[in-house]
């Protein structure tokens, strides 16, 4: 019986002890787990990718209008001041009259043509200056490419096609063979613009860009005219035209000059157009 009870006993006291190690381990346990550091997480926001604009394309900035080659008259007021009309020369032939002669004695408060200013009527580049000589005297010609000019006013033009060069008749004297001094395109035209007889050398200089109504020079009366008045002449033809000189034929005139007058004048390469459809077309 004092066996049994011992023994009970014992089992008592080992299944204390038993419970009080497990406990000891448990908090043992308990204590050393570290504390969990909170973890904040951004959500991730993505964006559609950025679009690169498509650059507008620029609206070319055309030659638009046309300003009056006379200082003080206005466009309507040429069609009253013509001394010569323009005439359409002969194939192969240097006859008829290539551009316009405007002229007066008296017009509004105006007495007299000469010295009256000479501007420009498109705006482009001045490509030669002609010294005191037979036909133009002082001359100067502006290029205005045709590309710059307002699609709707070229087509108001009427400009002639391109057309195959002639031969000049044998009557104009002029030179059998030469050289340009220069490179005429093959694709591009222009358009080309002549104020002779002027009284002196031009204001500007080859090379310069002039403006729609600046100043060129003064109306005068050199080279084979009989009174002061401004010969306004009008062509197209290859961009590129570059002439250091052109001359009748005359014995004060060089091979070289001659030649580049028969180009310019006879070989059909620069075809001319009447002047008064480009000064009337604002009308």
């Not at 080659?69 to 020369?89: F, W």
């Not at 059998?176 to 395109?185: D, N, P, Q, R």
């Not at 034929?249 to 059909?268: A, D, G, I, K």
Request: charged share 15%.
């Amino acid at each position: 019986m004092m066996q049994k009870r011992f023994t009970i006993i014992t089992f008592l006291v080992l299944s204390a002890l038993l419970s009080a190690c497990s406990a000891g381990a448990a908090n043992a346990s308990a204590t050393s787990m570290p504390t969990p550091i909170p973890v904040t997480i951004t959500p991730s926001l993505t964006l559609p990718p950025t679009q690169t604009p498509v650059p507008s394309t620029p609206t070319p900035d055309y030659i638009d209008s046309v300003c009056s080659p006379l200082e003080g008259l206005t466009l309507t007021d040429l069609n009253n001041i013509i001394t010569q009309p323009y005439k359409t020369p002969r194939p192969k032939n240097d006859d008829g009259h290539h551009g316009v002669d405007f002229a007066f004695f008296r017009f509004n408060d105006l007495v007299g043509i000469e010295g009256l200013a000479v501007n420009a009527a498109l705006p482009g580049e001045v490509v030669t200056i002609l010294g005191n000589k037979d036909p133009y005297g002082y001359s100067i010609i502006v290029e205005t490419p045709l590309d710059q000019i307002d699609p709707a006013l070229a087509a108001a033009l009427n400009l002639p096609e391109a057309q195959p060069t002639v031969v000049p008749d044998p009557r104009v004297n002029c030179p059998a063979s030469g050289e340009l001094t220069f490179t005429l395109s093959e694709t591009q035209r222009s358009v080309y613009i002549l104020y002779a007889h002027l009284k002196e050398l031009p204001t500007p200089q080859i090379g310069d860009q002039v403006s729609c109504g600046q100043q060129l020079g003064l109306v005068g009366n050199s080279g084979m005219s009989s009174n002061a008045h401004l010969h306004f002449e009008t062509r197209i033809g290859p961009s590129g035209a570059r002439f250091e000189s052109m001359a009748y034929y005359t014995l004060q005139s060089t091979e070289s000059e001659r030649y580049n007058y028969c180009v310019w004048r006879v070989s059909n390469q620069f075809q001319l157009f009447d002047p008064m459809i480009l000064l009337s077309i604002q009308d």
